[in-house]
Every structure is written in structure tokens, then in C-alpha cells.
């Protein structure tokens, strides 16, 4: 029985021995042993760390002094200075109409005492005004008949207008004299007008009419 006993006891302290031999052979023996078991923790590692976000960046914090602010609204009013100095595009001229030949503004003299002349007819009778207002260019028109050489035709009177229908011996006494009608210290001091358009013929007595509008006496 004893003998068996030691024969166990040396195999059983002979086996690890011989494993552990093995064991180091073969790490020896095998490529790239030693690396692994030096690089392998080391590699998981690394490989965390890539995986791993990197943490963000600081946010930049933006301190606005007195002086910055005083900087951007001298900025801005430049800006609005600049906008309102610029120039603005002005309208194109027009040209004026071309002025009326001597024909035209002939006729359109003609035309306007005409219409003065037919406002005068539709304008209601004023008895009492009309009656001094006639006797008034009467008298006027009297003396002064004796300095410009007419005659008197007719005065008709109505609420503010008067209309003097004179004659003279011919057109050019009357272009000669027409200008005192207009120039004379009347008693009524209104409005005076008169047209003398072309005679029919040279020889023949010449007649016009001189209108007086005294709606600002009224």
C-alpha cells in the first residue's frame, strides 16, 4: 500500500509541472504570442475611447459695452444719412405746348369776350344798381367823348356788369383811342375790357363794346 501512495503523490505533482512546461513551449512557439497577450487589453481600450463622443466645445459669451453700443448707433444713423442724401430720380421735363400763332390768340380773345358778352345777357336786372351805375358811365363817358372822338351808342346795365356800345369815325380812331377807356378815373372803379377786332372795310365807321364787370363793388 505504501508504495502506491508515493507513485500517486509523485504523479500528482509531476502533472501540473509537465502542463506548465507546456504551457510555455507553446507560447513560445506560437507567432505573435507575447503581443496578444500585451496588446490585447490595451487595444479595447483604444478602441472605447474612439467610439466615445468628444465632449462640446465652449459657447463664446458676447459682453456688449457702452462703447459698442454707441459705435452701432452712429453706424445706423450714417446708414440713414446716406439714404437720404441719395439722389432721387426726378420726373422728366415735359415740354411746354408750342405758344399760339397770332391767328389763334386772335380768335381766342374773340372767344372769351364773346362769352363775357353772353353772360352779361343772362344776367338778371337790378333795378336799382343798374339805374346809378348808368348814370355814373354817362357822365364819364361823356366828358371823355370829347377828348377820344366817339360816340355813345348804348349802356346797358344789369346786376354787375355794364356793356358800352361806342362808335367811331373809323378803325384807326378807335385803336387810337381806345387806351384812354381803360386808363379813365371812372366814379365806379371796376373791371374794363374791350376788343376791337377787324373792320369789314377800311371807310365805314367802327363800333365795339367796352365791358365793365363791378362784381367786386357789389
Known sequence: ???????????????????????????????????????????????????????????????????????????????????RAAPREQPRPTRPPPPPSPEEAKQRILQRQRAQLEAHQREPLDFVWAKEAHSSFAADLSSLSREAAFRVRNIDCRTTTCVVNLEWASYEEASASYPRLLQHAYGLDCTRSIVLPEPEGPNVSYQANLLLDCENLR
Open 1 to 83: 500500500m505504501r508504495p502506491s501512495r508515493r507513485r500517486l503523490v509523485g504523479l500528482t505533482l509531476a502533472l501540473p509541472l509537465a502542463f506548465g512546461m507546456m504551457g510555455v513551449a507553446l507560447s513560445r512557439l506560437l507567432p505573435g504570442g507575447d503581443v496578444a497577450e500585451a496588446t490585447g487589453p490595451t487595444s479595447s481600450r483604444q478602441g472605447m475611447a474612439t467610439a466615445a463622443e468628444p465632449p462640446p466645445p465652449p459657447r463664446p459669451v458676447v459682453v456688449s459695452s457702452p462703447q459698442d453700443d454707441r459705435i452701432r448707433a452712429l453706424e445706423q444713423k450714417v446708414a440713414e444719412l446716406s439714404a
